[in-house]
């Protein structure tokens, strides 16, 4: 199920969605008369998103009420607008691809005079600077994806730590099934064409186990609470880890 936005477009804005790249929608959504473009991997996108929504929304509709928000890898802003939904004080979404961040920003426009919700803000960054975009912490912190793309996860973990007041939400791939405290470091086949912009020729990331997982979350001064993964026959599928994790230690400097 995309997401589902209960109100209509105007034939402007319908023509404004129109001329965002299908490759920006990474989820789509539906407006009473209208439905975006789909990604060119959408099949494929679209089985991911909603096993993550099943799993990540029970976490986020319980502990962002009220709370500042910020939604790391946050693609055309999706979970962002879950978050607005599910009742945030104010959400902000960081993403590295530039049409994605338009497209969010798109969709944010059109709450424009409809109610109570304050859209989210999307900016365009790098997840190796988070501490120079963001001077203030916030309450929560999602971070849905993205991880498994990065060459140092630790790092990046480390600098979300100091971003982090009460809450981190996370879900990442390329989990490997074995036990105990195992890595390995994969060079990638280019796949930005069929617009999977995160996965670029030559550029390299980790495959972990839960325990080198847990380990990077320990490192970063984070407190495991909770943790999920699909059911065991949608594993080879979904190679997911999910923890609902706060922080433990004061933040390190990165």
């Avoid at 962002?80 to 994605?100: I, P, T, Y």
């Avoid at 798109?106 to 005079?113: E, L, N, P, Q």
């Avoid at 990065?150 to 971003?163: E, G, H, N, S």
């Amino acid at each position: 199920m995309s997401l589902k936005l209960d109100f209509e477009l105007t034939p402007d804005q319908q023509r404004d969605m129109a001329n965002i790249p299908a490759e920006a929608w990474f989820s789509q959504v539906r407006f009473r008369n209208a439905i975006s473009p789909r990604h060119p991997e959408a099949n494929t996108l679209d089985a991911n998103h909603e096993l993550k929504r099943k799993l990540m929304l029970p976490w986020i509709a319980a502990r962002v009420k009220g709370k500042t928000v910020l939604d790391l890898f946050c693609a055309n802003g999706s979970f962002s607008f879950e978050a607005m939904l599910a009742g945030a004080k104010a959400v902000v979404g960081l993403e590295f691809n530039s049409d994605r961040a338009k497209c969010a920003q798109f969709i944010a426009s059109t709450f424009a005079g409809k109610g109570a919700y304050r859209a989210p803000r999307f900016v365009v960054g790098d997840v190796y600077e988070l501490t120079t975009i963001f001077q203030e912490p916030f309450d929560v912190v999602l971070a849905l994806g993205g991880l498994y793309h990065v060459p140092d996860p630790p790092y990046v973990l480390t600098q979300i730590r100091a971003l982090t007041r009460e809450w981190l939400i996370v879900q990442t791939s390329s989990v490997l099934s074995m036990r105990g405290n195992w890595a390995k470091f994969i060079v990638r086949h280019d796949r930005t064409g069929k617009g999977l912009t995160s996965v670029i020729g030559g550029r390299g990331a980790w495959y972990y186990t839960v325990g080198c997982f847990e380990n990077m979350l320990q490192h970063a001064g984070f407190k495991t609470v909770e943790s999920c993964r699909p059911p065991f026959f949608m594993r080879r599928r979904f190679p997911w880890y999910c923890a609902l994790a706060n922080p433990s230690t004061s933040p390190t400097q990165p």
